[in-house]
């Protein structure tokens, strides 16, 4: 039994107050649902997050992090000070980090292997670009980001990691996948991992869709047989939006 995970990606937004104010609002109306909800917040809000959401069931994470758990990498962020603070999540390999901050199918692996190594679930996005769809590659692509991002993972990692797949076309631009788009992609992830890690983890593996999710989209999206939850952008900003997607 998989056991749905939501997840809002903050990206680049909120003050503390407001991020704050956000939890204030929220943490009644997700209290007693069977989702896992967690926030992935700007590094800068974390610690507040975490005292805000304390004796909720709102779980948190990170957008980005190094591989290494100190040294000189000025502006970086390691996993041992995300471990400090007491989160649960980061998120790794977000196509806006592919895309504009040159990360590689290489780079997200040494983060996934450093992740686990403290502790921290990783939320590993993979996702194919327009280009690539129209041209029949989505699945070609999807699995090389899956067998490069997790190698050398073992199986008793493999448990602890949710993939997101994030379709690069329909992040932020008000396209949503069809929810059978959505879920014929998630189960050709799902094929993937059965060939590298075997039955059990393909039954127990968790993937989320993202690109787009919002309140009067999240139940069918949802109700997919291979989707396990969302992780959602834009939408998870706006309080009444992300309880609506959490009570789907
Ligand atoms: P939107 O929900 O804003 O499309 O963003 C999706 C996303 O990138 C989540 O990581």
């Known amino acids: 039994m998989r056991i749905p995970i939501i997840a809002g990606n903050w ?23 069977d989702v896992e909800v967690v926030i992935c917040a700007p590094f800068t809000l974390l610690l507040s997050l975490k005292e805000a959401a304390a004796g909720s069931n709102i779980k948190l994470g990170a957008q980005n992090m190094h591989w290494e758990n100190q040294g000189a990498f000025t502006g970086e962020i390691s996993p041992l000070m995300l471990k400090d603070i007491g989160i ?13 901050f040159a990360e590689t199918d290489e ?8 992740a686990l190594q403290h502790g921290i679930n990783p939320i590993f996005c993979v996702g194919e ?8 590659k989505t699945e070609a692509i999807v ?12 199986g008793e990692d493999m448990n602890k990691i949710v993939i997101a797949y994030e ?3 329909a992040i932020g631009t008000g396209k949503t996948a069809t929810p059978e788009q959505a879920n014929e ?5 799902r094929e993937t991992i059965k060939e590298l890690y075997g039955e059990t983890i393909y039954t127990e593996v968790r993937i989320q869709y993202g690109g787009s999710v919002k309140g009067s989209n999240a139940e069918e999206i949802m109700n997919q047989e291979d989707i396990d939850g969302a992780l959602v952008g834009g939408a998870s900003l706006l309080p009444d939006e992300f309880v609506q997607i959490v009570n789907f």
Not at 129 to 136: A, C, F, K, Y
């Open 11 to 33: 990206k680049m937004h909120k003050t503390i107050n407001e991020a704050v104010q956000f939890v204030n609002d929220i943490k009644e109306k997700v209290q007693g649902t």
């Open 88 to 100: 649960d999540y980061c998120i790794i390999g977000h196509s806006e980090r592919r895309q504009y």
């Open 107 to 114: 780079t997200v692996n040494k983060k996934i292997h450093a």
């Open 129 to 136: 670009t327009l280009e690539e769809r129209e041209s029949g």
């Open 143 to 154: 699995k090389s980001q899956i067998q490069n991002g997790l190698e050398n993972i073992s």
């Open 167 to 169: 379709p690069i076309w």
């Open 185 to 189: 992609v998630i189960y050709q992830i």
